[in-house]
């Protein structure tokens, strides 16, 4: 029962972690309840990917397609405080620095540069313009998987590189992840996309994990070859870039 019910704490510390829903203020802090949240950062994307495509499925009976899909986007924006979104731009501002020093000064700095203003802008008008052009019957577990995938990938940078920041001791996702935290994330995963089996054909389910890992590289091929690890806005990059070529990934096969 112990152990059952720290595993609900750390979901629901990854839920806080990942969204802007309110967990019970009765909940103990602690440091190993939040580094085992991490292992729930994919459980917690399934939860923000039903929630966008709630709100799809409701717009959609009542407004044109473009509204439908900008509405969902929305609700996620809202759900997640741009959590993910912020971190892209913050990271693509940070690689205009002309070393690491320069870079990791940079994403600290909470203003929005030209790098990340292009980069910001460019994803979310490459995810509208995907969700409109995806079927309406398979928009729903896309945004699921795409969500729940996409977290998925931020985790596998925790747990096979290193933090480039200097907040080591005050963010979770410095402090890596053990394997039972990643087998827990790939469990997730492993069955969302066995449920998305029943929506989505194989071939565009295998297509859009393909987008996933190709975002997955490309994300990190951006940034660790200058900052030779991670911070908390390289993982909001490459959630994006992972939702990203998930959504390409299962257009190229439809």
Not at 95 to 101: I, N, P
Not at 135 to 142: C, F, N, R, T
Not at 168 to 196: C, E, N, Q, Y
Request: hydrophobic share 55%; with cysteine.
């Amino acid at each position: 029962m112990n152990r059952l019910r720290e595993e609900l704490a750390a979901l629901l510390f990854a839920i806080q972690m990942l969204t802007r829903m309110p967990i019970p203020a009765s909940l103990d802090f602690s440091e190993e309840r939040q580094r085992n949240a991490i292992g729930y950062y994919a459980l917690a994307g399934a939860g923000v990917g039903l929630v966008t495509a709630a709100v799809w499925w409701v717009a959609q009976w009542i407004f044109p397609p473009l509204i439908a899909v900008l509405l969902s986007m929305l609700a996620g924006l809202m759900f997640t405080g741009a959590f993910h979104e912020d971190g892209l731009a913050d990271a693509m501002d940070g690689l205009g620095g002309k070393d690491a020093a320069a870079s990791l000064a940079i994403m600290r700095d909470s203003r929005i540069g030209a790098y990340g203003a292009v980069a910001l802008i460019s994803a979310l008008g490459i995810k509208a313009a995907a969700l409109l052009a995806l079927p309406g019957e398979l928009l729903p577990m896309s945004l699921l998987a795409a969500h729940a995938g996409s977290r998925l990938s931020a985790v596998f940078v925790v747990a096979s590189s290193s933090y480039a920041g200097s907040e080591v001791d005050s963010k979770p996702t410095a402090r890596g992840i053990d394997a039972a935290g990643l087998i827990k994330s790939v469990l997730t995963g492993a069955a969302v996309s066995a449920f998305g089996l029943a929506v989505i054909p194989a071939s565009a389910l295998l297509a859009g994990i393909a987008g996933l890992l190709l975002g997955h590289a490309a994300s990190r091929l951006l940034y660790e070859r200058k900052l030779r690890g991670y911070t908390g806005d390289c993982l909001g990059a490459t959630q994006q870039y992972s939702e990203l070529g998930v959504y390409l990934g299962l257009l190229a096969a439809l």
